[in-house]
């Protein structure tokens, strides 16, 4: 089981109604990007990490340690928003020359790839808040509740199932590689690396074409159907999504207009 999976059952707010944990998390997605705001941004990051930790029950070293994950694609995101080409390196905090023009990193140009980099932390937070919290058969469940597409939920659900197809292949391929000391030297490592990976897409079709054969045999029409559980459905948590939000709002109408 994934790390983030197991955590999505064993979180104190699984329990919850899928729907409102959707309702916030979307919301408070909408607003960081709607925002365009620094402290904004951070304060999301604050907020769905302090419900995921404190509410949900997701150790806050695992937390910071998903929220570094995509650290290293934003910095290389936002440097091409950091650098600038001038001709004026009196415009720029830092510059070396190059064939006549110079260019480095301006005072505005650094202040954009802040804003941008928290604001895209503050977007990943809200969708971890939501993982962390929420299975996958429940978020199928509350987009079903939505109206959303029936082909759209169910291709989600296959998706995800073989998922865990394809990491049991590939971990039953590496456990045979390593038991006949494949990866005993680096040339043996990257020659079997090489034939794990030419060989784990012809398993993995093979093996969910079996799934799918045994999916048909037991009456699958298109739609797989299970049992949904009991939730907590209270309109608290529609009212707590909408005050954090509107707060965030007129917070930032407040920033703007200083």
């Keep these: 089981m994934i790390s983030i999976d197991k955590y999505a059952y064993s979180s104190k707010l699984k329990h919850t109604d899928p729907l409102q944990k959707v309702t916030f998390a979307l919301l408070t997605l909408a607003v960081c990007l709607w925002a365009d705001n620094l402290i904004i941004s951070v304060a999301v990051i604050f907020i769905m ?6 509410r949900g029950g997701t150790p806050l070293r695992f937390f910071i340690k998903l929220l570094l994950l995509p650290v290293s694609f934003l910095i290389i995101g936002v440097s091409t928003v950091a650098v600038n080409i001038s001709e004026q390196p009196e415009s720029l905090l830092a ?8 260019i480095g ?10 804003k941008l980099f928290f604001k895209a932390l503050g977007a990943v937070s809200c969708l971890y808040f939501l993982s962390l919290s929420t299975p996958m058969v429940d978020l199928l469940a509350a987009l079903r509740r939505l109206r959303m597409p029936k082909l ?3 291709l989600m659900g296959l998706v995800y199932r073989f998922i ?11 456990n045979a590689q390593n038991c006949r000391m494949g990866y ?4 043996a490592g990257y020659r079997s690396l090489g034939s794990l990976i030419s060989m784990l897409f012809i398993k993995s079709y093979k093996r969910s074409d079996e799934l799918y054969t045994a999916l048909e045999a037991r009456g699958y029409e298109g739609e797989l159907n299970v049992l949904e559980e009991t939730y907590e459905k209270h309109w608290k948590g529609y009212v707590l999504a909408v005050t954090i939000n ?4 007129l917070s930032s109408i407040a920033l703007k207009q200083v």
């Design 184 to 187: 005993s030297s680096l040339t």
């Design 95 to 102: 510059a070396i020359p190059v064939a006549g023009t110079w």
């Design 246 to 249: 509107v707060i965030l709002v």
């Design 164 to 174: 865990f197809v394809l990491l049991e292949t590939a971990d039953t391929i590496y």
């Design 49 to 54: 990490g302090g419900m995921t930790v404190s």
């Design 105 to 114: 990193v301006s005072n505005e140009g650094l202040q954009e790839a802040i």
């Design 152 to 154: 759209l939920v169910e």
